[in-house]
């Protein structure tokens, strides 16, 4: 019998990221917006954790994003119900906002030095601004795109 994956709920929201708030809490991680454009705070994280930090599409809503040509990466529309993995290593989280736990995001256990990203670029674009169920769940490592050098556009 096929060994059942251990799945954390965070939270279903508005997925985003905490601009403004310190770079490394604005760069590695990502928010959920709930009702009312409240911040929602996630319950019980599995902090320390290696896990793959995934999003999976409630509801499709259009992009707000303009390409980012200087780093090669463009929105695009997800499907209703796709899984997005966002990132995998370490889960920590982040007080976005002056709020404890409104943010999330995971440490690589690869080489952290090497990499930019924290969490695929292409993902987090796919993902933003539509209604997702965030979570963290143990799996298989994924592939995630991690650029050292932006992608020349020309």
């Known amino acids: 019998m096929p060994k059942r994956r251990k799945i954390h709920e965070l939270g279903e929201g508005v997925l985003t990221w905490p601009v403004g708030e310190a770079p490394f809490v604005s760069e590695n991680c990502v928010a959920l917006l709930g009702e009312g454009n409240q911040w929602v705070r996630f319950a019980n994280p599995p902090v320390g954790k290696?896990?793959?930090?995934?999003?999976?599409?409630?509801?499709?809503?259009?992009?707000?994003?303009?390409?980012?040509?200087?780093?090669?990466?463009?929105?695009?529309?997800?499907?209703?119900?796709?899984?997005?993995?966002?990132?995998?290593?370490?889960?920590?989280?982040?007080?976005?906002?002056?709020?404890?736990?409104?943010?999330?995001?995971?440490?690589?256990?690869?080489?952290?030095?090497?990499?930019?990203?924290?969490?695929?670029?292409?993902?987090?674009?796919?993902?933003?601004?539509?209604?997702v169920r965030l979570r963290a769940e143990e799996g298989p490592v994924p592939y995630i795109v991690r650029q050292r050098n932006p992608v020349n556009a020309a």
């Open 50 to 131: 290696v896990m793959r930090l995934t999003a999976v599409v409630r509801t499709v809503r259009g992009p707000v994003l303009k390409a980012d040509t200087e780093r090669g990466v463009a929105p695009s529309i997800p499907f209703q119900d796709e899984l997005i993995v966002l990132g995998h290593g370490i889960v920590f989280t982040g007080n976005a906002h002056g709020l404890d736990a409104t943010a999330v995001g995971v440490l690589p256990i690869e080489d952290v030095m090497s990499a930019d990203d924290w969490l695929d670029r292409f993902a987090l674009y796919r993902a933003h601004n539509h209604i």
